[in-house]
């Protein structure tokens, strides 16, 4: 049974130096030969035959030194290359030149094991010198590109794999940069509506910061004093006003700001002179945590709003006054009817009375004269005080509008 071990082998190719021609022996490959880590292979080009076959060839491609002497290197060669190295070998034995052995430089090749597989090795060709009895020699250094590709494999994978996570953190991150501009068009659109409903409110809208600046102020609020909104922007109530107004301003922004809770008040502002009635709201700002950052203030000038509500009330008064009085006239009438309807009846039955004496008899008829009169200007009284009372969201009310015809 054969003896596949490097000691066999050695043993083998110590053997086979016994039986080569002389002038291969003088190479001085023999000991040197046996311990290189490289497969190394000498061949004849003339005829391809195998000269030299170190341990490390014989572990790579499976034939043993005596096997490898009863074939050519051609037989190495994958059957698609063969003709085309066979060829090549050809014209180097007959001409000495060949672009790999002139070029001395390494090329990728495959090569066929002796179980039939390939396997990828790296070539180097050497010429050597010719042998007296012997054609072109020329040396053969392999190198298992197995474990090499293996790595190139591994190598590749890995880049190909940070490669897709480089891709899918591009993408991620494209993701996330188009998510946040959304995110800020869709704060900046919200900003520009709320500084739109800011801006067109009647009311006086302001932001302050914690010291008290103002940031933020619309038309409104810049008109109560008279200035543009960017005119205010960066300055403190104290710079607008006497302590009179600044002080209870401060204050009630220390209320908002210790609390966290709203404050509202009513104050009085000078605007032009003109003496303003202000219902003033003040409300804590907050960020995303909850921590108080500002104040937020709203005032809203009801000095009109006063005005009409004291007229209204006056005219409520007024009409009140006029029903009354309707209702006292209405029932004095309907009190006077009845004797001056009495009186009436009496002076017409005395005026007839044979027995009176004239002068009296005068005096029933200028009375009752007076008391015909007297009935007309009631009854036209009461047609004044006799009003319709309609139902109305205050309660009764008289109909007005009813005159007495």
């Known amino acids: 049974m054969d003896d596949p071990s490097p000691l066999a082998s050695r043993k083998a190719c110590a053997a086979q130096q016994d039986v080569l021609p002389e002038a291969v022996r003088r190479l001085g490959f023999g000991r040197l030969f046996m311990a290189l880590p490289n497969p190394i292979i000498v061949a004849d080009a003339s005829d391809g035959r195998i000269v030299l076959w170190n341990p490390a060839a014989e572990a790579l491609l499976g034939y043993s030194a005596e096997e490898a002497r009863h074939f050519t290197v051609d037989a190495l060669v994958p059957e698609r290359f063969r003709t085309a190295h066979t060829a090549g070998r050809i014209r180097?034995?007959?001409?000495?030149?060949?672009?790999?052995?002139?070029?001395?430089?390494?090329?990728?090749?495959?090569?066929?094991?002796?179980?039939?597989?390939?396997?990828e090795v790296e070539l180097t060709l050497s010429a050597l010198e010719p042998a007296p009895?012997?054609?072109?020699?020329?040396?053969?250094?392999?190198?298992?590109?197995?474990?090499?590709?293996?790595?190139?494999?591994?190598?590749?994978?890995?880049?190909?794999?940070?490669?897709?996570?480089?891709?899918?953190?591009?993408?991620?991150?494209?993701?996330?940069?188009e998510a946040e501009q959304q995110a800020r068009?869709?704060?900046?659109?919200?900003?520009?509506?709320?500084?739109?409903?800011?801006e067109a409110s009647n009311d006086a809208i302001y932001l302050k910061d914690l010291a008290g600046r103002y940031v933020l102020v619309n038309a409104a609020k810049a008109r109560m004093w008279q200035l543009r909104p960017q005119d205010l922007v960066g300055?403190?109530?104290?710079?607008?006003?006497?302590?009179?107004?600044?002080?209870?301003?401060?204050?009630?922004?220390?209320?908002?700001?210790?609390?966290?809770?709203?404050?509202?008040?009513?104050?009085?502002?000078?605007?032009?002179?003109?003496?303003?009635?202000?219902?003033?709201?003040?409300?804590?700002?907050?960020?995303?945590?909850?921590a108080v950052i500002g104040i937020v203030g709203v005032l809203r000038d009801i000095t009109e709003l006063t005005r009409l509500a004291a007229e209204r009330d006056a005219a409520h008064a007024a009409q009140a006054r006029a029903e009354g009085a309707v209702r006292?006239?209405?029932?004095?009438?309907?009190?006077?009817?009845?004797?001056?309807?009495?009186?009436?009846?009496?002076?017409?039955?005395?005026?007839?009375?044979?027995?009176?004496?004239?002068?009296?008899?005068?005096?029933?008829?200028?009375?009752?004269?007076?008391?015909?009169?007297?009935?007309?200007?009631?009854?036209?009284?009461?047609?004044?005080?006799?009003?319709?009372?309609?139902?109305?969201?205050?309660?009764?009310?008289?109909?007005?509008?009813?005159?007495?015809?």
């Open 92 to 119: 180097y034995a007959a001409t000495g030149q060949g672009p790999v052995v002139d070029a001395g430089r390494r090329m990728a090749v495959a090569a066929l094991r002796r179980d039939g597989t390939e396997v």
């Open 185 to 198: 068009q869709h704060v900046e659109q919200e900003r520009t509506r709320l500084l739109t409903v800011i």
């Open 133 to 177: 009895d012997a054609g072109r020699l020329v040396l053969a250094m392999l190198h298992d590109l197995t474990e090499h590709r293996r790595l190139e494999a591994e190598h590749d994978a890995v880049m190909v794999a940070q490669v897709r996570l480089l891709e899918e953190a591009q993408a991620r991150s494209r993701r996330l940069i």
């Open 235 to 290: 300055r403190l109530d104290r710079d607008l006003g006497p302590p009179s107004y600044w002080q209870p301003a401060e204050e009630s922004d220390r209320q908002v700001v210790t609390s966290g809770a709203p404050v509202a008040r009513y104050q009085t502002v000078d605007v032009g002179g003109v003496s303003h009635l202000i219902y003033a709201m003040k409300t804590p700002l907050r960020d995303p945590t909850g």
């Open 328 to 405: 006292t006239g209405r029932a004095v009438a309907h009190e006077l009817a009845s004797p001056l309807g009495t009186m009436l009846a009496l002076a017409e039955i005395l005026a007839v009375d044979p027995r009176l004496p004239a002068d009296m008899q005068g005096d029933l008829t200028m009375l009752q004269e007076q008391a015909v009169r007297a009935g007309v200007l009631l009854k036209r009284f009461g047609n004044i005080t006799r009003y319709e009372e309609q139902e109305t969201p205050a309660g009764p009310q008289l109909d007005v509008l009813k005159a007495s015809e």
